[in-house]
Structures are given as structure tokens and as C-alpha cells.
């Protein structure tokens, strides 16, 4: 089974979904078919609610103890939660491979990052003459995941020269066409299918994607209207309707949509992050505040929703002219900071945005996966930003946190010198500026605006900037 929004919205699945939620609210013990939780499990996971699908699988081995499905949910499960090895050792206990458990290695090993495997597992499938129309597709969302695009691509070419039209095949190709950055021709294809079935919501909210990452947020808003318009249940299309908005500068309906979220899922950081964010751009500086407070005491420590909010807060207090607390909090986000800081690389606007999978664009994506960072690299750009934006002493703490485990500390030092010196600890500032002349920093002499000279000394520079 493809597990997609499409499927999950369709209603069959809504009517199961809302059986066995309200089996679950009255405590009713119902019968569910193995197949019916299997969908179940697949529909929690796709939602990130790795605790309701554990709920799901418990009541999978009550009901059908024997059952070969359950191994295969497992494993599922264990993806869901990141436990990749852990996945891979619990496949070995499936005893018949079909093409289905083979699509699951793939998943595996693609969560291993080891793509060449996941790959070549997938074109077996598709070269296979017993594999069905649906192993078929979901080998090449596995290749596309694998980063074969251009691969899957022509097959998809191959399969539709046979079978022209075939919609499944067109909507694959489109994938691999958002995947290489061709939106043009994405665009074209989900605008000729929706000419067929108007009424998709998936085909909808795909145009609006595209939309939405090449950053065309008022098409991207249309098709997430015309989505909820045929369905309003559809909460994706109202919380990317809440994106679209605050990016088009509509504060206030921004607002009103991510509170709605909130009321619904008080303990969702998403809509309240928002709601700050939208708060300090209309101007409301207390109710920005308030709201990013509101956040950090949501948030799960030694996460990054936990760290933006506090280097957020933190440059609203510098502003407000409150250094000192300004200071602490970039401290204390500093000292609790999680393992993945890549989100520091995105800081286009003053308030760094809090991302996910569904709000990043093209250029987001370019920025985060052009290489692999390090944690001195993520944190070294916290630094950048914070000077760029005259927040200097909350700067510092996070330059000469950074500079104990760097590799080369040429240019934090040049950074440091220049924080030090703008705060006035002019005579502190010197051995920053030695150290940063003599590892030929370039940048040095661009932060202070003049022009490089490899010959100078430190008391000349020093004269110089005076």
C-alpha cells in the first residue's frame, strides 16, 4: 500500500479513522481486521504520533497474535522513531521476502543512508515481472528518496510510452520533476490532472506545494483554498494557509489561523512559534515576547524549537535595550543546545522562522543539504547573524563558546575583535585582532571597512581604525 495524503483522506479510511477513535474514547474493545490496523499504524506514523501507533501495534498482537503483519509493523514503528539498526536487526525475523518486505528493506536501508542498497533492491522490484502496479510506484518514491531522480525519471518515461495517461506514473513523474527543481513542468502536469478530477484534493495541494517552495505564496494560498473548499476537514491546507499568509505580510490572519491550531493542539509549538513571530512583525513587542515564553514553556528542552525561542526572546531584549537578559537567555540556549542546529543557517529575516518539512522552500533546502555541517559551522553562523543585527555582546557568548573546538579560529577572531571593540573593550580587542592578522583574515578588515593589507601590523591597524 502508497500510503499518501490521498489515501488517508479518502472516505474509507476517514470513516476507520473515526471508528476506531471513538472505540478508543469509550473504551470499547472493537474488532479491527489486521489490514485495518496496518492503515491505522501507517496513518499515525505519517503523522508523527509514534505513541498512537504504539497503541495501535499492541492491539494488533492482541487481536492477531500469529499474524506475519505484525513483524512488518514493528519495523515500521521502529522508522518511525529513527531506530534504523534496530529496524534492520527485526527484519531478519520475517521468514517469506515478497516484494513487500523488500520495499521495507529499501525504507530501511534508506534510513540508513546507505542508498546504493535502497536503490538497487527498488530496480529489482521494478525489473521484476510479479511485482504489482502498486510495489511498482512505490519503488520509484524509493529511488526518487534514494536521490535517483533523474533514474526514476525515465522509467517513468518507459512506463508511461507503454501506458500513456496512466495517472500514477504522471504523478511520479511530477515528483521527479519537483525533485530536480523543474517545477515548470511539475506545475503543467498537476494542472492537467486536476483538469480530469477538479475535485483532488492531493492534486490541489501538490500545485500549492510547488507553489510554496519557489516561494509564489499567493498561487500557493489559492490552491490551499480551493483545497479546503472541497474539504474543510483538511487541517494541512489551514496550517499552510497560516504560512502563506504570515509570508505575504497578513499578520493578523496569520494569527487567527495558527490560534486556531493552538486552541486545538495546546501543547503544539508550530502555531504558537508562529503567533510570536507575527506578533513582532506587526510591531507588539510585549505580546511577542509573551508568546515566545509561552513557547520555550511547551517546548522540550535540548530541542531546536527550544533554542530558537530563546535566541529569539533574546534578540527582542537587546532591542528593548535589556543586554544583560539578553545575554543569559542566548547563554542558556547555548548550554542546552541540541545535536541538529542546521535551522541557524536560515536567518534571512531579523527573528529566525521556525521550519519543518512542509514550510521549507527550494532555497531553504539548497542552504541546508549543500554539504554537511558541523556544529561549529551551525553555531558559528548564530554568531554571524547576531552581529549582523548590532546584537554584539550576545554575539561574543556565542563566538567564544564556539572557539574552544574549532579547527581554524582566524575568522571567529576577527569577529570577536570587532565585537569587543564596537562594545568599547577596546584593549580586550587586541589579541583577537593579532590573532586574526596573523591567520591572513581577509574578513577582519572587511567588518572594520578598509582595505586589506597583508603587511599590517596590529598597532597599525590599530591606528588605523581609531
Not at 15 to 25: G, I, N, R, S
Not at 208 to 235: D, P, Q, S, V, W
Not at 406 to 412: K, M, N, Y
Request: a negative charge; proline letters at 3%; one cysteine or more.
Amino acid at each position: 500500500m502508497n500510503y499518501d495524503k490521498g489515501f488517508f483522506e479518502s472516505p474509507e479510511f476517514r470513516e476507520l479513522l473515526k471508528k476506531y477513535e471513538q472505540a478508543k474514547a469509550m473504551s470499547m474493545h472493537t474488532y479491527f481486521g489486521i489490514d485495518e490496523l496496518v492503515d491505522l499504524l501507517s496513518y499515525y506514523l505519517y503523522s508523527d504520533k509514534c505513541d498512537e501507533a504504539q497503541e495501535i501495534l499492541s492491539t494488533a498482537k492482541q487481536l492477531h497474535p500469529t499474524a506475519p503483519e505484525i513483524t512488518k509493523m514493528e519495523i515500521r514503528l521502529l522508522l518511525g522513531r529513527g531506530e534504523a539498526k534496530a529496524a534492520l536487526k527485526q527484519f531478519s525475523k520475517i521468514e517469506f521476502i515478497d516484494n513487500e518486505a523488500r520495499l521495507l528493506q529499501a525504507e530501511i536501508y534508506l534510513s540508513l543512508k546507505d542508498f546504493k542498497r535502497a536503490r538497487d533492491i527498488a530496480l529489482e522490484i521494478i525489473q521484476s515481472k510479479d511485482a504489482e502496479q502498486e510495489q511498482l510506484y512505490e519503488a520509484l518514491e524509493v529511488m526518487l528518496d534514494c536521490g535517483f531522480a533523474l533514474e526514476a525519471l525515465f522509467l517513468c518515461e518507459k512506463g508511461l510510452s507503454i501506458s500513456p495517461g496512466n495517472r500514477s506514473l504522471l504523478e511520479v513523474k511530477a515528483e521527479c520533476f519537483i525533485e530536480l527543481q523543474k517545477t515548470n513542468e511539475a506545475i503543467d502536469i498537476y494542472n492537467a490532472l486536476l483538469d480530469e478530477d477538479p475535485y483532488s484534493t492531493f492534486y490541489w495541494e501538490q500545485l500549492g506545494h510547488i507553489y510554496f517552495m519557489i516561494k509564489r505564496y499567493g498561487k500557493a494560498l489559492e490552491c490551499f483554498e480551493y483545497e479546503n473548499t472541497i474539504n474543510e476537514e483538511i487541517e494541512y491546507a489551514r496550517m499552510m494557509q497560516g504560512y502563506c499568509y504570515y509570508h505575504v505580510g497578513n499578520y493578523s490572519k496569520s494569527r487567527e489561523i495558527f490560534g486556531w491550531f493552538r486552541e486545538k493542539y495546546p501543547m503544539s509549538v508550530m502555531p504558537q512559534f508562529y503567533i510570536a513571530l507575527s506578533f513582532y512583525h506587526e510591531g507588539n513587542i510585549i505580546e511577542a515576547t509573551k508568546a515566545f515564553n509561552s513557547v520555550i514553556e511547551i517546548s522540550p528542552e535540548g530541542t531546536v524549537e527550544m533554542m530558537l525561542a530563546r535566541i529569539n526572546k533574546a534578540m527582542i531584549l537587546d532591542s528593548e535595550g535589556e543586554e544583560t537578559r539578553a545575554e543569559e537567555a542566548v547563554s542558556v540556549a547555548l548550554m542546552m543546545h541540541p545535536e541538529n542546529m542546521k535551522q541557524l543557517l536560515l536567518h534571512e529575516k531579523h527573528l529566525y522562522e521556525l521550519r519543518d518539512k512542509e514550510n521549507l522552500t527550494f532555497s531553504d533546502m539548497c542552504a541546508l543539504e549543500q554539504k554537511e555541517w558541523t556544529q561549529e559551522e551551525e553555531l558559528y553562523e548564530l554568531g554571524v547573524h547576531l552581529t549582523e543585527h548590532k546584537h554584539l555582546k550576545a554575539a561574543l557568548r556565542v563566538f567564544r563558546y564556539v572557539r574552544p573546538f574549532s579547527h581554524d579560529t582566524t575568522e571567529i577572531d576577527a569577529y570577536v575583535a570587532y565585537c569587543l571593540w564596537k562594545t568599547g573593550e577596546t584593549n580586550a580587542a587586541e589579541p583577537a585582532i593579532e590573532n586574526a592578522l596573523n591567520g591572513k583574515s581577509c574578513l577582519l578588515f572587511s567588518l572594520f571597512g578598509i582595505p586589506y593589507d597583508a603587511n599590517m601590523t596590529v598597532a597599525g591597524f590599530i591606528e588605523r581604525i581609531r
